[in-house]
């Protein structure tokens, strides 16, 4: 087996989006992504993470040791993202193996994930979280690229795991009704709709639309931290 993660970034700031939205969170963001969602939505952190470096599970402890390690024994999460971290799902796990044979506990953990990989069971006993973001068809991609049933099923089926949805008008929410949510029965308690957005005047112009479908679908809103408080969609 490969004895390496490849990091695109890492960064401690405040889970932006979805449940946990405002917990102070460790971002662990990796390199790779199996779409390229490049269109009318854009996926907002491209530009990170094609590019990346490989570290060993070794000093990418060392690392945790020496920046971050404190931070989440008080309580931060562990969010594990992308471009797409399944991708690498047998280096994560290693990871969190090594991070409790080193430190004697692991973090409360996130995954960030466009719902196209199916999670191996081993690594969902140890992910407290997954945030399912999958894709429309304003990302650019066809439906047989963007949409893979038989991972949606299981990410549906699993407790922990919650799915947010970004839209900005009437043609994405008929598109996410007839696409997702109708023939995969997503639990309602499950679903985030998130406004689409780059910068803090296209999130206000959004977030009033997202807002009335989730109190008339009783859904759950989620806003966009990141723009809201630094007007940046990555690495703050």
């Not at 945790?64 to 390690?69: G, I, M, N, R």
């Not at 047998?90 to 994930?113: N, S």
């Not at 309602?188 to 997202?210: C, F, G, R, T």
Request: a positive charge; aromatic letters at 12%; proline letters at 3%.
């Amino acid at each position: 087996m490969k004895n390496h993660l490849r990091i695109s970034e890492h960064f401690y700031s405040l889970q932006g989006e979805g449940k946990t939205m405002g917990i102070p969170s460790v971002f662990l963001r990796l390199q790779a992504c199996n779409l390229l969602c490049d269109n009318k939505w854009r996926c907002d952190t491209i530009e990170v993470w094609i590019k990346g470096e490989k570290h060993t599970i070794e000093e990418t402890l060392d690392l945790f040791e020496k920046k971050y390690e404190r931070k989440l024994f008080k309580g931060s999460h562990l969010v594990i993202t992308g471009g797409e971290p399944l991708i690498q799902q047998d280096m994560i796990i290693e990871f969190l193996k090594q991070y409790y044979e080193r430190f004697f506990y692991i973090p409360y953990i996130e995954i960030e994930t466009n719902g196209t990989i199916n999670p191996k069971d081993e690594l969902i006993k140890l992910v407290n979280l997954f945030n399912v973001s999958p894709k429309l068809s304003n990302a650019g991609m066809t439906e047989k690229r963007r949409i893979k049933a038989e991972a949606i099923h299981k990410f549906n089926l699993i407790e922990n795991s919650i799915f947010k949805f970004v839209i900005g008008d009437n043609e994405d929410w008929k598109e996410l009704n007839d696409t997702y949510l109708k023939p995969f029965k997503i639990r309602k308690e499950k679903i985030h709709l998130m406004p689409s957005a780059d910068d803090s005047e296209m999130l206000k112009k959004h977030s009033q639309y997202v807002a009335e479908l989730c109190k008339k679908n009783v859904f759950n809103y989620s806003s966009r931290l990141q723009i809201e408080l630094w007007n940046k969609t990555t690495g703050v």
